[in-house]
């Protein structure tokens, strides 16, 4: 064998070698899971046996289920080609740099703490406040992406919008209370995942109960917005979760409807794993929730070629950002329409590519997972299949891909219809709405009144959808108040609308925009109607209860289709797209430094 037959020998070995290592990811993912789960089930209370044979058959069936399915082979392909890129760019750039802007980063996050305490007038040796470190750590970060990395604004500015929604996120995990009553109807949200967590032990500690019944006294009374008092509350909390089980069977089985909770889930039994303090346990569920929304961003964002910014605003608005930050299922919608929506107008920036299979099923699956939580939301399923048929390889194909649309369509729509039908209108009913309300009264009223009901209908979605409504949901955050600069966020909005246009653009015609409006408002629509039904009492000339942070999981959409593709955009890419990103940042860091870190 001469020399170049010998490297190709070797060059060929070395192939085998990746590719064996790729086959095999999903079965060592699987065995990962499988320990993971038999850990959890060696505490339970099961019988010495029954364990034993649960250590020995566990691994075996997920390898088999993650080995044999495409479909699941091709999601884990997906994530392990993310890991690899996120290496890949790791490497490129220079470590010394890297290593030496971290460090600078954390040098000047201590001495702006210290400027903070002599600016309080604490003194230099005033205790070290975490919240206000960290808090400048941010800051300092964000400012080195836009200087050290300007290139990542130009060639994956998604990955900028990841670091920063990361970073801003964890500062408001890390730096509210450790309590329910944050965001809205947390405790409901947290309470849903803590069992979803407790799947195999169904076993709920003291310190659970600190939680789901402690926080009325506490958050909600602003009992904890001082250091001392919260330093108090955390060390109860820790003392009670370590100190017994508190109730059994305190567990529900994943479905369509709860499977956004089990980011938070995952969290939660991952520091119970780890045998963290409870506090931690509590952090790690909300980072997840953060953590699994982020990456919704980056992928979404990296889907199409022009729209980015509109997505980045959208995504980084401080509602979203406070809901991820908690224990919260919007993140979850918003987070896959937003993906959902960025499949489908990416595929159209693109017609001379024929989409694939992995593409549509991500797609359907995207929009399914997004408005599983809340079936009212269903409209949002159909954009899929006005997908521009030219997408398509074959006329069989497309016609395919229409009735699974169709199919899914009506799945979920079953999970609300069934229940809703079988109960007379009575299943959906919300007894916080107070005693004059009756669901299927309601129900009976609307079907036999449409005229008027549809005027009730406009007249409320005027006001809810104005400019002037735009100035508060915008930036509330509701148990800690109203952020500042909202109609700096407003303008943001707008502007960006207009401008985050490219040469694709003109490739999305008028058919796909306006069955994006008419299915956004079909969803507005049926989530004023559900308020209207399970909240306001009989027959209202208004509609209460609905919130703002509903119109949260369209606004992508309607803002894309809102733009104009004769807008022609020339500013340089890094000082535009680091500008919207930077006006974010800031009015998200002032809330949280305005409403929670500043009061510590």
């Known amino acids: 064998m001469n020399e170049s037959e010998e490297v190709k020998t070797q060059g060929g070995k070395k192939e085998e070698l990746i590719l064996w290592i790729k086959r095999m990811l999903p079965v060592w993912i699987c065995m990962l899971l499988g320990i993971v789960v038999i850990c959890r089930a060696w505490v339970g209370p099961y019988p010495a046996k029954w364990k034993m044979v649960l250590a020995c058959i566990m691994p075996f069936p997920l390898v088999a289920l993650f080995g044999?399915?495409?479909?699941?082979?091709?999601?884990?392909?997906?994530?392990?080609?993310?890991?690899?890129?996120?290496?890949?760019?790791?490497?490129?750039?220079?470590?010394?740099?890297?290593?030496?802007?971290?460090?600078?980063?954390?040098?000047?996050?201590?001495?702006?703490?210290?400027?903070?305490?002599?600016?309080?007038?604490?003194?230099?040796?005033?205790?070290?406040?975490?919240?206000?470190?960290?808090?400048?750590?941010?800051?300092?970060?964000?400012?080195?992406?836009?200087i050290c990395y300007r290139d990542m604004l130009i060639k994956r500015v998604e990955m900028a919008v990841f670091l920063a929604v990361m970073l801003i996120g964890t500062v408001y995990v890390t730096v509210l209370p450790v309590s329910c009553g944050i965001s809205w109807d947390d405790e409901a949200h947290f309470h849903n995942a803590l069992m979803l967590s407790h799947i195999l032990d169904g076993r709920m500690t003291l310190g659970d109960a600190d939680i789901l019944n402690g926080f009325v006294d506490t958050a909600l009374e602003h009992n904890i917005y001082t250091e001392d008092a919260h330093e108090a509350w955390v060390e109860k909390m820790n003392a009670d979760d370590a100190s017994g089980v508190w109730g059994a069977d305190g567990r529900i089985l994943p479905t369509l409807q709860n499977w956004c909770y089990l980011p938070s889930a995952v969290g939660l039994a991952l520091g119970r794993a780890l045998s963290l303090p409870y506090s931690l346990v509590f952090i790690l569920g909300k980072w997840c929730n953060l953590l699994v929304y982020a990456i919704l961003l980056y992928?979404?964002?990296?889907?199409?070629?022009?729209?980015?910014?509109?997505?980045?605003?959208?995504?980084?608005?401080?509602?979203?950002?406070?809901?991820?930050?908690?224990?919260?299922?919007?993140?979850?919608?918003?987070?896959?329409?937003m993906l959902g929506f960025c499949y489908f107008i990416g595929e159209i920036q693109e017609p001379d590519k024929k989409i694939t299979i992995p593409d549509l099923v991500i797609m359907i699956g995207a929009f399914v997972l997004g408005v599983s939580p809340k079936a009212i939301y269903v409209p949002m399923v159909l954009i899929a299949a006005f997908l521009p048929k030219e997408k398509f390889a074959t006329e069989k194909q497309c016609k395919i891909f229409r009735i699974c649309v169709l199919l899914a369509t009506l799945a979920v729509l079953a999970t609300f219809a069934v229940p809703f039908i079988l109960s007379s209108g009575g299943a959906v009913e919300d007894t916080r709405g107070g005693s004059g309300v009756d669901a299927a009264g309601q129900t009976a009223y609307i079907l036999h009144h449409p005229i008027i009901y549809i005027q009730t209908l406009l007249t409320f979605l005027w006001d809810y959808a104005s400019l002037e409504a735009g100035q508060t949901y915008l930036s509330y955050l509701?148990?800690?108040?109203?952020?500042?600069?909202?109609?700096?966020?407003?303008?943001?909005?707008?502007?960006?609308?207009?401008?985050?246009?490219?040469?694709?653009?003109?490739?999305?015609?008028?058919?796909?925009?306006?069955?994006?409006?008419?299915?956004?408002?079909?969803?507005?629509?049926?989530?004023?109607?559900?308020?209207?039904?399970?909240?306001?009492?009989?027959?209202?000339?208004?509609?209460?209860?609905?919130q703002y942070r509903y119109m949260l999981q369209v606004m992508f959409p309607v803002l894309y289709v809102f733009g104009s593709v004769r807008v022609e955009n020339n500013a340089r890419k890094d000082w535009y797209r680091g500008i919207i990103i930077g006006i974010s940042s800031f009015v998200l860091l002032s809330a949280v430094w305005q409403l929670c870190i500043s009061g510590f």
């Open 299 to 337: 992928f979404g964002i990296r889907k199409i070629k022009s729209g980015k910014m509109i997505a980045a605003v959208v995504g980084m608005l401080p509602p979203c950002i406070l809901m991820a930050s908690s224990y919260a299922r919007d993140p979850w919608m918003i987070g896959f329409i």
């Open 68 to 146: 044999r399915i495409p479909l699941l082979y091709g999601w884990l392909a997906i994530i392990e080609n993310f890991i690899v890129d996120w290496f890949k760019g790791l490497r490129n750039h220079n470590w010394k740099k890297n290593i030496l802007v971290i460090v600078a980063d954390i040098v000047l996050a201590f001495a702006i703490e210290r400027v903070l305490a002599l600016v309080a007038k604490e003194g230099i040796t005033a205790d070290f406040n975490f919240r206000k470190a960290f808090f400048a750590f941010a800051i300092t970060a964000l400012i080195s992406i836009f």
């Open 478 to 546: 509701h148990y800690f108040g109203t952020a500042k600069y909202s109609l700096v966020l407003q303008a943001l909005l707008l502007v960006t609308a207009f401008t985050d246009r490219e040469k694709c653009d003109s490739y999305v015609k008028w058919q796909p925009k306006v069955v994006t409006l008419l299915m956004s408002f079909g969803a507005i629509c049926l989530a004023a109607t559900a308020m209207y039904i399970a909240y306001t009492p009989l027959e209202s000339d208004t509609i209460l209860g609905c």
